[in-house]
């Protein structure tokens, strides 16, 4: 019985060579017809492989997010100030905060509305130009008008922007 577990202990042992030079040791159990047949397997993977990373993989960064926390104190009226403030300008209260504290700046994002608006000033500035073009050489004093006009259009959008 116990002859029959090394037997099949051997079986199931995997012998591969380090280098290609090497030649495989020879176990004095088994047979020569055994050790050819276990290294001629296709499936084996050699295992002198080179590693991209030799180090291994870099460790990941984390990231930790903003654990702190500050507190202040103010009236009911200045925290719903505070966050109509901050809704007006798409950020949450304490980014708005944050950034209200740093002096950094906070742009007011615009309404649906106010967009259409922009959009019609922007046409308007659009077809005084194209007017101005039209009556440069009949009439430079009418054209130099409506450049002046495109043109303050054009100042009045940069400062909504």
């Not at 050819?36 to 050699?46: G, K, L, P």
């Not at 740093?102 to 922009?118: H, K, M, N, P, V």
Request: with cysteine; net charge positive.
């Amino acid at each position: 019985m116990k002859k029959k577990n090394d037997s099949q202990l051997n079986l199931f042992k995997l012998k591969i060579p380090f280098e290609e030079t090497e030649s495989p040791p020879k176990d004095p159990e088994d047979s020569g017809d055994n050790l050819s047949s276990e290294f001629s397997n296709s499936r084996c993977v050699s295992v002198d492989t080179i590693l991209i990373a030799p180090d291994g993989r870099n460790e990941k960064k984390r990231f930790r997010g903003k654990g702190d926390l500050v507190k202040f104190r103010c009236s009911s009226f200045e925290k719903k100030l505070l966050l109509i403030k901050a809704k007006k300008s798409g950020l949450t209260l304490s980014e708005y905060c944050r950034r209200s504290a740093f002096g950094l700046e906070i742009t007011e994002r615009l309404s649906d509305d106010q967009i259409a608006i922009y959009k019609t000033l922007l046409q308007f500035h659009n077809n005084f130009k194209w007017i101005g073009n039209m009556f440069r050489k009949k009439d430079p004093r009418l054209s130099g008008a409506v450049y002046k006009l495109a043109e303050d259009i054009k100042s009045h959008l940069q400062k909504i922007v």
